[in-house]
């Protein structure tokens, strides 16, 4: 809750970090002013690559309260606008799943060591980087809970993978170490119902804390304002939960 009179301090800028291998890789790094303690959250973009409504993404949780981090996925694959460097990467296959740990590896390890920061660290991603948010915190200790926002190839068929993708996100359920929030819109193509379906079967077979959210009439990528997608009521309910979320994983 806000108040008029108190204070907020927000810095936010592209920073180097240490990615997969030892390989630098740029990030855009947003938080609060101030000693803290402060929670965390690394911010891992999708697949039309890390654009805009990344940067305000990520500098919206800084004005929550959160260390934010987005690292930028495609860096070795070279620079220009975001949709050119996502056009070849996809035409490249995507991004190697390992390599996209190791990245987001070195981004929970700048938030856990930053000097403001109470140690807790969540993950968050739409799709293609909730895919990659929902692998990295089963590969991964240290997460405090994971928001997949309709993440997509989550549950991958046989013939979906690839040297790049060799086992579906899924499949590592069972080393998941920290709570789940999904947020799906039912008319999704990626992840159909049936995927959010298969995916909760797997989180109940294991024994896992979740929770889920569907929303009727919203289909992929609802929570982008700037795209004929966009439900506003679904997004704000949705933009509740996740705040909701946090407040009982990486807050307290």
């Known amino acids: 809750m806000y108040e008029t009179n108190q204070y907020e301090g927000i810095i936010a800028e592209t920073v180097m970090i240490a990615g997969h291998n030892g390989d630098d890789i740029n990030a855009y790094f947003a938080r609060p002013l101030g000693p803290g303690p402060h929670p965390a959250?690394?911010?891992i973009h999708h697949m039309p690559g890390w654009d805009l409504w990344y940067r305000e993404v990520t500098h919206k949780f800084a004005h929550h309260g959160y260390l934010a981090l987005s690292p930028n996925l495609y860096y070795r694959d070279g620079h220009g606008t975001p949709e050119d460097v996502a056009a070849k990467v996809r035409a490249g296959g995507g991004v190697a799943d390992n390599q996209v740990v190791g990245d987001v590896a070195g981004a929970l390890r700048?938030?856990?060591?930053?000097?403001?920061?109470?140690?807790?660290?969540?993950?968050?991603g739409t799709c293609s980087g909730a895919r990659?948010?929902?692998?990295?915190?089963?590969?991964?200790?240290?997460?405090?809970?994971?928001?997949?926002?309709?993440?997509?190839?989550?549950?991958?068929?046989?013939?979906?993978?690839?040297?790049?993708?060799?086992?579906?996100?899924?499949?590592?359920?069972?080393?998941?170490?920290?709570?789940?929030?999904?947020?799906?819109?039912?008319?999704?193509?990626?992840?159909?119902?049936d995927h959010v379906n298969a995916l909760e079967a797997a989180l109940k077979a294991h024994g896992k804390s979740y929770e889920f959210h569907r929303y009727p009439e919203a289909g992929h990528g609802f929570f982008y304002y700037d795209r004929p997608a966009y439900r506003q009521a679904q997004a704000m309910d949705g933009w509740q939960k996740i705040f909701a979320f946090l407040d009982r994983t990486v807050r307290i």
Not at 110 to 124: E, I, Q
Not at 139 to 156: K, T, Y
């Open 41 to 43: 959250i690394v911010v």
């Open 110 to 124: 700048v938030l856990r060591n930053h000097p403001t920061s109470n140690g807790k660290v969540a993950v968050f």
């Open 132 to 193: 990659h948010a929902y692998l990295s915190a089963c590969q991964l200790p240290g997460f405090a809970g994971i928001i997949d926002c309709w993440g997509g190839r989550i549950v991958m068929n046989e013939q979906e993978l690839s040297v790049k993708q060799p086992v579906a996100p899924v499949d590592y359920t069972a080393t998941l170490s920290c709570p789940v929030l999904g947020i799906f819109g039912d008319e999704d193509f990626n992840p159909t119902p």
